[in-house]
């Protein structure tokens, strides 16, 4: 079965300061790799999906990036955290045996 | 509209009552539907997953899906104090939308 590995558990940073989120998967190859954030209330909101090394998609205009380095190595990264980025952000992969996902534990990410 | 909707909660239950747990979607193309639990600080796991209209069954969970009325349905029966968690449900689209999630409390 999968597995995600995601890092760090919490994070308070300035407003202005970079940002670097690190996500592996164990027990697969391959694998489609998704960022979501998860507002209060707000449900999840795709942010970046990557079917392959280097291959990116954007689902909305932000302040954020991401990059597939490795087949299983997801990041996740700013330049210039703002205010509205805090929130809080996870990992996925999918499963295709079942046509679901497996979520990392999550990072919960605080701008101040 | 929303293209998936569902009642935020906060649900409350006694333990051992029968939990209901619902979305609406308007995407009448959707034919894979999902249900993910997510505890406190943790990441959604998925409890059951169906294919196009029906019902499935996983112990004490029953998935149950309404493809003319666009309409899925949770229940949980002998609901436990570890049932509580928030309830996500999901389809299939480009890619997975999630509705914004259902908090369930079962109060021993």
């Known amino acids: 079965s999968q597995t995600i590995h995601q890092w760090p558990a919490t994070l308070v940073q300035p407003v202005g300061s970079p940002l670097s989120l690190e996500c592996t998967v164990e027990?697969?190859?391959?694998?489609?790799l998704y960022w979501y954030r998860q507002a209060a209330g707000r449900g999840l909101q795709l942010l970046f999906y990557?079917?392959?090394?280097?291959?990116i998609s954007s689902e909305v205009p932000q302040n954020l990036s991401a990059s597939r380095p490795q087949d299983r190595q997801f990041i996740l990264s700013s330049k210039k955290l703002l205010l509205s980025d805090s929130g809080f952000y996870l990992c996925?992969?999918?499963?295709?045996?079942?046509?679901?996902?497996?979520f990392g534990s999550g990072t919960r990410l605080t701008v101040v | 509209q929303k293209e998936v909707e569902q009642d935020p909660g906060p649900l409350s239950v006694p333990e051992g009552a029968i939990v209901s747990l619902n979305c609406t979607y308007s995407?009448?193309?959707?034919?894979?539907f999902m249900w993910y639990r997510q505890y406190s600080r943790k990441g959604p796991e998925l409890l059951m997953y169906?294919?196009?209209?029906g019902n499935k069954e996983d112990g004490r969970f029953t998935a149950q899906v309404d493809k003319s009325s666009k309409y899925i349905s949770l229940f949980i029966r002998d609901s436990q104090p570890s049932d509580s968690a928030t309830y996500l449900c999901?389809?299939?689209?480009?890619?997975?939308?999630f509705g914004p999630g259902t908090r369930l409390s079962v109060l021993p």
């Open positions: 996925a992969s999918l499963h295709r045996a079942n046509y679901g996902y497996t």
């Open positions: 027990g697969t190859s391959n694998p489609n």
């Open positions: 990557s079917v392959g090394i280097g291959q």
């Open positions: 995407n009448s193309a959707f034919q894979y």
């Open positions: 169906t294919y196009s209209s």
């Open positions: 999901a389809m299939d689209g480009q890619n997975f939308v």
